[in-house]
């Protein structure tokens, strides 16, 4: 039995000593564990923007180029080299409005803060009173009987500064009545989005950003999409009037609720006033959701 494993030992030494496994240390693990996250992360932003059609041109040219370098074409071996550093400024410039989408994400909900958010902090409190929700139900549903098309976006911690300078400063309590007045057909401040920061109207015609989501309904308008939008590059919550169906949704954290009552709403508009952050506080995970729930028919 010895002179067996002998045997057996004999020729591991000698077809199998060039194998040598490296030692793998924990750091090791968690750099891959990095890696993978990272990488998975930006097929993803990949997939999700125009940057996957980019991609698969990206890769037929590369086939092209490795073409070239096997059977040693000298002139398309030249272009490319020349060509290379021109096309990555190039690429630079035409996906920098994604590029900057992504890294705020980075910063925001979609993977750091997700584990772990930094905050300042401010004095404990409710963001806005009671009567503040019920002007804001009263106004939404009374512009929706009416077919009224609204967008209202109520600040939560991120500041809404560059959207409100897109529009007309207001600075007045927020009511019902001047909300429909704002949002009435033809009126000098119905188009754009109304911005809405603790229980005063601060800005009205303002600009938001459009959500590029692939997974939102072919049907719905710019104004849906602008309330997305802002859900995505902030914390804020938007209240979408509809003014083709007058239904009523609302957008938060990227994600859209179509076709609420008012019930909805209101807890919705409860969980954000009651939001309180006490002073330099870690939070330690913080859950996603982007999914789009309750078709509106």
Known sequence: MQQFGEVFKSIGERYFSWISLPMIMWTDIVEIIIISFLVYHVLVWIKNTRAWSLFRGIVIILVFVFLAALFDMTT????????????????????QPELRKALEQLGKTSVLSGLIQFDNGRVSGELFSDKTIDELIRASYEMGKAKTG??????????????????????????????????????????GAVVIKGNRVVAATCYLPLSDNMELSKEL???????????????????????????????????????????????????????TIEEKKFIFWKGRSRNETKADK
């Open 76 to 95: 398309i071996l030249w272009i490319a080299k020349n060509v290379t550093g021109i096309a990555v400024t190039a690429l630079l410039i035409v996906f």
């Open 150 to 191: 609204a967008l209202i976006v109520i600040q939560n911690k991120d500041p809404l500064t560059e959207y409100e300078l897109t529009g007309i400063l207001i600075d007045a309590l927020v009511s019902s009545q001047l909300l429909i007045n704002i949002f009435e057909h033809n009126t000098p401040l119905h188009d």
């Open 221 to 275: 308008g710019t104004r849906h999409r602008a309330g997305v939008g802002i859900s995505e590059a902030t914390d804020s919550l938007t209240i979408i009037v509809s003014e083709e169906t007058g239904r009523v949704s609302v957008a938060m954290n990227g994600e859209l609720h179509r076709n609420i009552d008012a019930d909805f709403l209101r807890n919705k508009l409860a969980v954000l006033q009651s939001k």
